[in-house]
Structures are given as structure tokens and as C-alpha cells.
């Protein structure tokens, strides 16, 4: 098993930043791709971005290319999302997910945080 918390969320006006954090517990850290997820009211989860168990390959949403970006510390066991520029439509519940495999769907993730909520005002 493995276990996930995120932190990091909050307010922040548009234009603003947040960082996102992710403590992964209960298994080799670096074995696992991680990803970003997002869900926000009345709308399915998508995807923010994932990188994989080295951090040599990393995937975004084009809805968030240029200007959020994913990293982790495996010595840290901990995977970040450093969110800039942040918009109105930002605003969702974030979710950290994790598993063996590297990809960019949410549907294969078997690993899942309980989400924060992150909400940017206008």
C-alpha cells in the first residue's frame, strides 16, 4: 500500500501562486510515477500533470503548459506541483496519485490522496 497526503492548498487571487505537496509513506517512493489530478464542481477528473518514477519524463495538460510544474524529491519521498499564473478556472479539488506505471490517465492511477482544494479569485 502505499499512503498519500497532500498540502499546499488554499486561496490565491488570480495571477497569484501556490505549491502543491504530496508525502507519499508505505513503499519505495522512487518505484512510483506520480501524478496531479484535478477535479473542480460539476465536472469530470482531468489530469494536471504526472512524472515519472526518475523524473526524467513529465506530462501536462495543455491547459497547464507553461505555467505549472511538477517535481519530486524522491529522498524526500515527496512530489511537488508549483502552480504560477493561476487562473479562475484553476479552481478544483487537487488529488496526488501514484503507481508502477507511467501514464497520462487517471484511470490506471491504483493510489490516491483525499485531495485539497485549491480556489483562485478573480
Known amino acids: 500500500q502505499v499512503q498519500l497526503v497532500e498540502s499546499g492548498g488554499g486561496l490565491a487571487q488570480a495571477g497569484g501562486s501556490l505549491r502543491l505537496s504530496c508525502a507519499a509513506s508505505g513503499r519505495t517512493f522512487s518505484n512510483y510515477a506520480m501524478g496531479w489530478f484535478r477535479q473542480a464542481p460539476g465536472k469530470e477528473r482531468e489530469t494536471v500533470a504526472v512524472i515519472s518514477w526518475s523524473g526524467d519524463a513529465t506530462y501536462y495538460a495543455d491547459s497547464v503548459k507553461g505555467r505549472f510544474t511538477i517535481s519530486r524529491d524522491n529522498a524526500k519521498n515527496t512530489v511537488y506541483l508549483q502552480m504560477n499564473s493561476l487562473k479562475p478556472e484553476d479552481t478544483a479539488v487537487y488529488y496526488c496519485?501514484?503507481?508502477?506505471?507511467?501514464?497520462?490517465?487517471?484511470?490506471?492511477?491504483?493510489?490516491w490522496g483525499q485531495g485539497t482544494q485549491v480556489t483562485v479569485s478573480s
Open positions: 496519485a501514484a503507481d508502477k506505471l507511467y501514464g497520462s490517465s487517471d484511470s490506471h492511477y491504483g493510489y
